[in-house]
Every structure is written in C-alpha cells, then in structure tokens.
Nanobody, 124 residues
Framework: QVQLVESGGGSAQAGGSLRLSCAVS????????MAWFRQAPGKEREFVAA????????YYADSVKGRFTISRDSAKNTVYLQMNSLKPEDTAVYYC?????????????????WGQGTQVTVSS
C-alpha cells in the first residue's frame, strides 16, 4: 500500500507563490499516476495536475496551465506542485492522490490513495 503526506500549504497574496510537497511511501513501484486535486468550500473536488510516475508525462487543468508546475523527485519519493501567479480562486484544500493503474488521470474516483489535504488560501 502507498501512503501520502502533503505539506507546504499556507497563505499567499494574489500573484504570489507556494510550493506543495507530497511524500510517497510504501509500494511506490506500483504507482502509475500521481496527481493533485483541490476542493473549495461548497464545490466538488477538481483535477489540478498529474504526472505519470515512470515516464514523467505531465497534465494540467486549463485553469492552472502556465502557472502551476508538477514535478517529482524519484530519489526522495516526493511529488511537488509549484504554484505561481496565485489567484484568489486558487483557494482550496489541495490533495495529493495516487493510483496504480492506467486510465483517466483527471478522474478523482480512479485514484485509490489520498493524502490528508493541505489548505491553500490566496488573498486579493
């Protein structure tokens, strides 16, 4: 089983930056996709970015493309989400997720392991 622990959330001004980290432990060799999702109050959980664990192919939601960057450090078993040019609408709880099979990288229900979430608040 894979375990995920997020860190790095916090508060930022609009236009600022934050970096989220997701430490991955356990059966990492079975990981296919890693992703970040977010959920704002009263809204459904939405896809933010994903990375294919083995080949490092990356995917982004249109709302964050050009502003956020997902990456991984294999030696540290850590996935990062660098968030630049933050906007108030980026305010949400951000979740790291993992799945061990191929398929849609943007569908939350396809992910079988989730972190506890970390709050990101962007003020105008």
């Amino acid at each position: 089983q894979v375990q995920l622990v997020e860190s790095g959330g916090g508060s930022a001004q609009a236009g600022g930056s934050l970096r989220l980290s997701c430490a991955v432990s356990g059966r990492t060799f079975s990981t296919y996709h890693m992703a970040w999702f977010r959920q704002a109050p009263g809204k459904e959980r939405e896809f933010v970015a994903a990375i294919r664990w083995t080949w490092s192919s990356v995917y982004y939601a249109d709302s964050v493309k050009g502003r956020f960057t997902i990456s991984r450090d294999s030696a540290k078993n850590t996935v990062y989400l660098q968030m630049n040019s933050l906007k108030p609408e980026d305010t949400a709880v951000y979740y790291c997720a993992s799945k061990s099979f191929s398929g849609s990288y943007y569908v939350a229900n396809d992910y079988n392991v989730w972190g506890q979430g970390t709050q990101v608040t962007v003020s105008s």
